[in-house]
T-cell receptor
Framework: NAGVTQTPKFRILKIGQSMTLQCTQD?????MYWYRQDPGMGLKLIYY???????DKGEVPNGYNVSRSTTEDFPLRLELAAPSQTSVYFC???????????????FGPGTRLTVL | DQQVKQNSPSLSVQEGRISILNCDYT??????FLWYKKYPAEGPTFLIS?????DKNEDGRFTVFLNKSAKHLSLHIVPSQPGDSAVYFC????????????FGKGTKLSVKP
């Protein structure tokens, strides 16, 4: 099992450009999440999904969009990149609520994004 | 307003001694607490958790203590090893929150040989 994989590892964007951060998990987890981590800060939830076709906003959703067409994939779209979106982005997945382990999230290695 | 606070940005401990990492929370609705460990250039990994119905949970060298009246939890690592050097994040959630975790800012632990 590869677990949670993210691509790319690094990316530099110019202000106003767009990009998609890819996330795939092979653990058949229903729940998936996108977080951002700014320097010296904890992780903040951007969007999450409880299953294919279902997504919802987290704490900091502005400037981002997500989709969930399959159980495995949960891409994060940045439209009109801004310097404030410079951060490290982590994708995570977890077993469903009924498993009792929904909080034990498995994280990918992260994507370091710089917007100049 | 931070709901989960880790007031010590860093902690240095000698190998073999005990490491104690602290975490405070403000939201009384939190009922599940976790510790994650993060090495540089990697994603966080789940370490240990505790439900609000317990006051202690142990897993090998790692023990988490919960004091609900003080809204405080701590992670004890005994004995500390150099491989434990990492950033430790405290996280909390409310029942039925579908895994939406609120993270603290983290504490960087350095274990010196």
């Amino acid at each position: 099992n590869a677990g949670v994989t993210q691509t790319p590892k690094f990316r530099i964007l110019k202000i106003g450009q767009s990009m998609t951060l890819q996330c795939t998990q092979d653990m058949n987890h229903n729940y998936m999440y996108w977080y951002r981590q700014d320097p010296g800060m904890g992780l903040k939830l951007i969007y999450y999904s409880v299953g294919a076709g279902i997504t919802d906003k987290g704490e900091v959703p502005n400037g981002y969009n997500v989709s969930r067409s399959t159980t495995e994939d949960f891409p994060l779209r940045l439209e009109l990149a801004a310097p404030s979106q410079t951060s490290v982005y982590f994708c995570a997945s977890s077993p469903p609520l009924y498993s009792g382990r929904v909080n034990e999230q498995f994280f990918g290695p992260g994507t370091r994004l710089t917007v100049l | 307003d931070q709901q989960v606070k880790q007031n010590s940005p860093s902690l240095s401990v000698q190998e073999g001694r005990i490491s104690i990492l602290n975490c405070d929370y403000t939201n009384s609705m939190f009922d599940y607490f976790l510790w994650y460990k993060k090495y540089p250039a990697e994603g966080p990994t789940f370490l240990i958790s505790i439900s609000s119905i317990k006051d202690k949970n142990e897993d090998g060298r790692f023990t988490v203590f919960l004091n609900k009246s003080a809204k405080h939890l701590s992670l004890h690592i005994v004995p500390s090893q150099p491989g434990d050097s990492a950033v430790y994040f405290c996280a909390a959630s409310t029942g039925g929150s579908q895994g939406n975790l609120i993270f603290g800012k983290g504490t960087k632990l350095s274990v010196k040989p």
